[in-house]
């Protein structure tokens, strides 16, 4: 909302510098984001008045107008094609800084010679002083503009632009921004008095006004205006108009708007003589009616949206835009003019749903109190009588089927001290309010005082609503800074959080870097993991209001987001990337929220190392995988199982599921040649996803202690032959299974050569150790003999010789 | 015998002021002190001596066999340094080459924010919690005081999950605030009750500098009997102390939001101007980083909570601002734009 300072000092005198004004608006919550000063730099410029105008004697197009300034003159050489004798003009001396009507540069005035004439200054347009681009003209400044008179201090002013929060509808209103200034500096606020001629014929004997759906509007009020004659408004008008950022149309829009701004409450003319049946009905819309608006759009009404009717067809949707057939137009000559109220909720599904942003409809949508229409509309028609020339039926229509009194709040001292940590006196708190206009009555005791609220707050209803206003109108810099004082409440942190932070800090131990993608994404990225197409099952969650293609779904794994990070960032990085994202996934339940599981997915490619002139680049490859999760795993205190798996987006051969105490959380492999084709990677990918919440509850709880031996181990290495199938899980697992064996490393695994085909050797490291006794060599011969036995029974290996 | 002894000694002597190397000692050993010695020959002859030769050759003799083991001792420790100064001397690097490049993770730096912020508010005695990400109109909207109609739904642009209640109506949609977990946790804790929640949210909003469909933030509350604006201000000032040090002005102002009454706004001294006025803060000097207030009473009581027996203080605010701006970043899409170049600078 855009408010010029002019136009407020018709309601209250402004006493602080603008600087100190807009501090105070916006530190009580009325945000001035900025203003504008109009004039600052018109130094030099006065008002003068055309005093004589001569013709050039060199030039048919160019006048030589004289220009009283009061106590001199001065002659200028002028092209304007409206020059007239008597009218006031801005005019600029000889120095003054003005826009170059052509270039639109800043100049400086000099006297110059125009075809052998010098001219003294200039007669400005208003391009030229900087007020709009309007260049076609002089300006010509209204018949009481003082001769002499600096232009700034004439009609200068400040434009503030302030951010209205939605709670008040009172302040998208000069008057309402004047009782604020008024509260926030010691000020009364002077109201405009509506004084107007009647005409003899009442109003209701020319139109009457039926609400058949009270409950969606509670009051609507309205005046008739006869004999208008349409023009432009007065030139002050329009300049308040344009400062607020509207644009003006002629006099009886104009009028409206004015008041609208003015006072807050929305109008709207009807052209009188297009209302059949003269009466107005207020009602909600038939099923299939259609109204042509203003804006030349035909509009499908529907039942639960309300209209202004009249006795044939609707004429406007109620609060949100008028209907073209009863619009004002340059043929009118009476308006009927609505000033009424509305219920909020239904002006916002109705503009909503018809996609109509308005002035009006911002205003009704805020919830405007019902007292303001006859304030508003008194206002507009004493406006219309005098300067659009019309003529006011006596009285006014007011129909008020929802008149509701304002129930008055208690408030005490003791429940604002408790609510804001300062005392406060009774005093300070009806100072506070009576500023504002709230009525103050004595309450049940010598703390307390029952508050009522003046109609044009709707915003408020509670004590604690009060409370602010108090606070907001003494300063929120008065309440003091104290640290809670209560002893801190129990604390049990849940454990995800914990989990989440270790997995973070281990893997960014282990070289990732963490990356946070969208969790929105596209079905074509999604499908991007399926080397064979098919509709993803379940069907991931779609956004009903999607803002692009591209984030139309809710993910139901990090990996496609992972995977095009990866594929962008090779764009322009060679070299190792280790990437990894933590976080939810969004997994759909009938007729609930989805489940939302906290997922760990990691990418790796490239050289284990960078190049380096140590040399040494290998590549990272499955076992770094499966390295770091054992890794990472290893630190949380659980130990996996790999398990055979056939994830689809993986290499066939080389992947396997991470299995704990049976349950599986997660996945280990080397990304499917054609997913990497897909998102047009080169190289192999490896990837490990691990499922948090289903991880969780297996890293609670603390492993016991294992003693450490004080008996001297015996290592032995043993190499061993066996079919290329056997894997070495069963070789290990045989040789843990007796008692003394506490640990085995598998050191080599080794085919071809001079074993034969379909053979492999894999080679261990078997430490044995007896937390009882220091072993023998020949305790130890004799059960790696019996580890040999079992071997070789069971997996037919035999030692490589 | 005491000559060959006195050249014994001196010979020996000689022999190992020649020795250069630590192996050479062993020869020189045995060639002077070991068994087959000439030193070792006289000292076993002892015996067959007359006892007044005995004890003047066995004196000298043990004499001379004492002081070269000393003299061993001493040149074998002589040797053994200068052979460390050797290898010490051989084992020069070029300590200015680089060393091996492990590969170095790093967290987001949204991460990285959220968790010094959280460890603030712990440290206050606040608790972290997370809520849904999808949530109920009912938990995001309608409980804070925001009915279907409100104004201030415009605000907050939603997206909304494509499925309708059994009525027809859209009620699942992407969180717009995490002040949704408010009344989750006012539903499953009871007072004294001290939160945050931190996590994503989502609106529907193209992409631009300063705008992202999706970013973080952290909202908070207290409840407890008693708990005053004064505190709400004590624990936000505590936190911008902390959080931007010591001299950064603080500004507390009224401001509106549905779910608190009163409602405030706290905005820091511009970063960048110091107050003076920058393109950065609009010319106002300040940069907003958070709303606040007291809890709505008809907040506190969808919470299930009796705002006659308890008050509360609430506060939100958006955390990706934070680091940028921190580290002076100027559009907040790198964030999630996955791109080592902009995530290896934290």
Known sequence: MKVSLKWLEDYVDVTLPVAELAQRLTMAGIEVKGWQVIGSNWEGIVVGQIAAINPHPHADRLLLPTIALGTEQQSVVCGAPNLRLGDKVAFARVGAQLIDGHTGQVIRLEAVKIRGVVSNGMVCSEKELGISDYHEEIMVLPADAPVGTPLADYMGDVILDLDITPNRPDCLSVIG??????????????????????????????????????????????????????????????????????????????????????????????????????????RRAKEGEVLVTLDGARRALSRDMLVIADRERAVAIAGVMGGADSEVTEQTTAIFLEAASFDPASIYHTGN????????????????????????????????????????????????????????????TGRVSSLLGVDFSLDQIKGALTSLGFDCKPGGSASEVRVTAPYWRSDISLAEDLIEEVARIIGYDRIPVTMLSESVPRQDPEPILKLKQEVRHSLTGYGFQEVITYSLTSLELLNKLLPKPHPLEPAPLRMANPMTADQEYLRPSLRANLL????????????????????????????????????????????????????????????????????????????????????????????????????????????????????????????????????????????????????????????LVVDSGVAHRQVQDIITSFPLVSQVIIFDVYSGGQLPAGKKSLAYRITFQSPSHTLTDEDVNKVQQQILDKLSAELGASLRG | MLNQLEEIKQKAAQELEAVTQVRELESWRVRYLGKKSQLNGILRSLAILPLEERKKTGALANQVKASLEDSLKQKRQVLRETQLDTTIEKGHIDITLPGRPFSVGRLHPITQTLHEICDIFVSMGFQVVEGPEVEWDYYNFEALNIPRHHPARD?????????????????????THNTAGDIRAMETMSPPIRVVIPGKVYRY?????????????????????????????????????????????????????????????????????????????????????LGAGMTHPRVLERGGLDPEVYTSFAFGMGIDRLPMLRYGIDDTRLFYSSDLRFLRQF
């Open chain 1, 353 to 412: 749903n018809l996609g109509l942003p308005s002035e009006a409809r911002m205003r009704f949508e805020r919830g405007i109190s019902p007292e303001l229409t006859i304030p508003a509309l008194e206002r507009a028609t004493q406006l219309l009588v005098q300067l659009a020339g019309g003529k006011a039926a006596k009285g006014l229509i007011d129909a008020y089927p929802g008149k509701q009194e304002r129930e008055p709040i208690l408030l005490s």
């Open chain 1, 177 to 282: 921004i004047a009782r604020e200034v008024a509260a926030l500096s010691g000020q009364e606020v002077h109201l405009p008095e509506a004084i107007y001629e009647e005409a003899a014929v009442p109003i209701d004997r020319q139109i009457s006004v039926d609400i058949i759906a009270p409950d969606l509007c509670p009051r609507y009020s309205a005046s008739l205006i006869t004999g208008l004659k349409m023009a432009s408004s007065p030139r002050w008008m329009q300049q308040r108009l344009l400062a607020c950022g509207m644009r003006p149309i002629n006099n009886i829009v104009d009028i409206t708007n004015y008041v609208m701004l003015e006072y807050g409450e929305p109008l709207h003319a009807f052209d009188y003589h297009q209302i059949r049946g003269k009466k107005i009905i207020v």
């Open chain 2, 205 to 289: 909003e193209a992409s631009d500098a300063t705008h992202t469909p999706m970013f973080y933030q952290i909202d908070g509350f207290a409840v407890d009997k008693g708990i005053t604006m004064a505190e709400l201000k004590g624990t936000l000032y505590e936190f911008a102390r902390r959080f931007f040090g010591e001299d950064r002005k603080v500004r507390f102002r009224c401001d509106y939001f549905p779910f608190v009454e009163p409602g405030v706004e706290m905005a820091i001294e511009c970063l960048v101007c110091g107050g003076a006025g920058c393109r950065l803060c609009g010319n106002t000097g300040w940069i907003e980083i």
């Open chain 1, 564 to 719: 095009a990070a990866l594929s962008a960032n090779r764009r322009h990085e060679e070299g190792g990337i280790r990437l990894f994202e933590l976080g939810r996934v969004y997994l759909p339940r009938p007729k609930d929220l989805p489940d939302e599981p906290e997922m760990l997915c990691g990418l790796l490619t490239g050289p284990r190392f960078e190049q380096s002139w140590r040399g040494g680049e290998v590549s990272l490859d499955f076992f770094d995988a499966k390295g770091i999760v054992e890794g990472l795993l290893s630190r949380l205190g659980v130990e996996a199982s790999f398990e055979r798996c056939s994830d689809e987006s993986l290499h066939p051969a080389r992947q396997t599921a991470i299995a704990i105490e049976g349950k599986r959380l997660g996945v280990i492999g080397e990304l499917h040649p054609k997913v990497l084709d897909a998102f047009e990677i080169s190289g192999e990918v490896y990837l490990f996803e691990v499922n948090l919440m289903a991880l969780l509850p297996l890293t609670i709880g603390h492993r016991p202690f294992q003693p450490i031996s004080r008996f001297p181990a015996i290592v032995r290495d043993m190499a």
């Open chain 2, 155 to 175: 605000t907050m642009a939603t997206l909304w999950v494509d499925v309708e209640s059994e009525g027809g109506e859209r009620n699942m949609l992407l969180r």
